[in-house]
């Protein structure tokens, strides 16, 4: 079977697809000013979804996020879902969303054949939480959480990005939030962008100091399976949710990288923070997967060992809606 690997043997089973740029929230660490919508007009169609995630499935990948922006914008979501479920090698269909129409939508995702849920909560005090987002919808995002961990989803996870100055003190309210919860819970460090530099300054703290203490108080971390993200898995027997930590500015944070990312508008990224990105939206007009997949494989072997965090540099992405974080 033929594989996406690269220079350094890592191997790509993970597929991150961004449906739309535009989101509903006005997120202070992502889009304060809003998205640009003029880049709706370009988002890639059902067919090229099809034909694309086919060329990906043909080399090994087996798991397709769906990301955005807010991809519930998106009126085709179900028929997306659906078309990425139904092509042959293609394990797990999950999706990353703001929440905001968690309790309307859910039986139709379960349905269309979605696995996994991801949920953005970056704070647990509504005030602070509207303060970060500009929506007041905390308490039904929760109540759609507990929805989704009703309908029995193989995985609910809920995304907090880092923030000093909002949610650095608030540790103890989400270990409470996942005691009696089956939700894993993602502590996210805050990422630097072209756009956000004064903000990361302000804002960013290591999740280093809330690993030690999980291990401090009987956490035990796990171990990641293939096509799993990047975070550090803990758990701990007293708590039904489990816990995880983003860290890309950690040693080694990119020595087992296995995703690939590609944009609503049909472009290919190696990395979430790489200067070019290769436009490969004309290998999805055809129904012939080879050429796609020669060009993947072609590309994949310009990836870089690393990210360019460590030295500032935060490549070309502008903003974390860009590209699905």
């Known amino acids: 079977m033929k594989t996406l690997q690269d220079r350094f043997a890592r191997r790509f089973t993970y597929l991150r697809l961004s449906l739309t740029e535009s989101c509903n929230f006005r997120c202070d660490y992502c889009l304060p000013d809003g998205p640009d919508c003029s880049s709706r007009k370009h988002e890639i169609t059902v067919p090229e979804i099809r034909r694309l995630v086919t060329a990906f499935a043909k ?35 999950a999706i990353t969303t703001n929440g905001y129409r968690l309790q309307r939508d859910l ?3 379960k349905a269309a054949g979605v696995d996994a849920i991801n949920v953005s909560i970056d704070s647990l005090d509504p005030s602070t939480f509207h303060l970060i987002t500009g929506q007041n919808k905390l308490e039904q995002i929760i109540e759609g959480i507990d929805q989704a961990v009703a309908m029995d989803f193989a995985k609910v996870k809920v995304n907090t990005v880092l923030l000093r ?40 703290f290591s999740g280093e100091n809330i690993k030690q203490r999980l291990l401090a108080e009987g956490w035990s971390q796990q171990q990641r399976a293939n096509n799993d993200g990047p975070a550090q898995e803990f758990s701990h027997p007293d708590y039904a949710g489990q816990m995880g930590l983003i860290m890309p500015y950690s040693r080694d944070f990119c020595d087992d990288c296995n995703r690939l990312r590609v944009s609503s508008r049909g472009q290919l990224f190696l990395c979430l923070f790489t200067e070019k990105h290769q436009d490969i939206r004309d290998y999805l007009q055809s129904d ?36 699905g974080g």
């Open 59 to 93: 080399l090994g990948t087996t798991k397709i996020r769906l990301t955005g922006g807010e991809p519930c914008l998106r009126r085709d979501l179900t028929e997306v879902i659906e078309t990425c479920k139904s092509v042959p090698g293609i394990e797990k269909v």
């Open 107 to 109: 039986p139709d995702w």
């Open 165 to 204: 100055q909002y949610n650095g003190g608030e540790l103890p309210q989400f270990l409470d939030f996942i005691k009696q919860r089956n939700v894993a819970l993602r502590f996210i460090e805050l990422m630097r962008t072209s756009d956000n530099v004064a903000y990361y300054n302000k804002h960013h």
């Open 288 to 323: 012939d997967p080879e050429p796609l997949m020669q060009a993947l494989q072609n590309n994949v072997l310009f990836k870089e060992a690393t990210h360019g965090l460590h030295d500032g540099n935060s490549g070309a992405t502008r903003n974390l809606a860009m590209i």
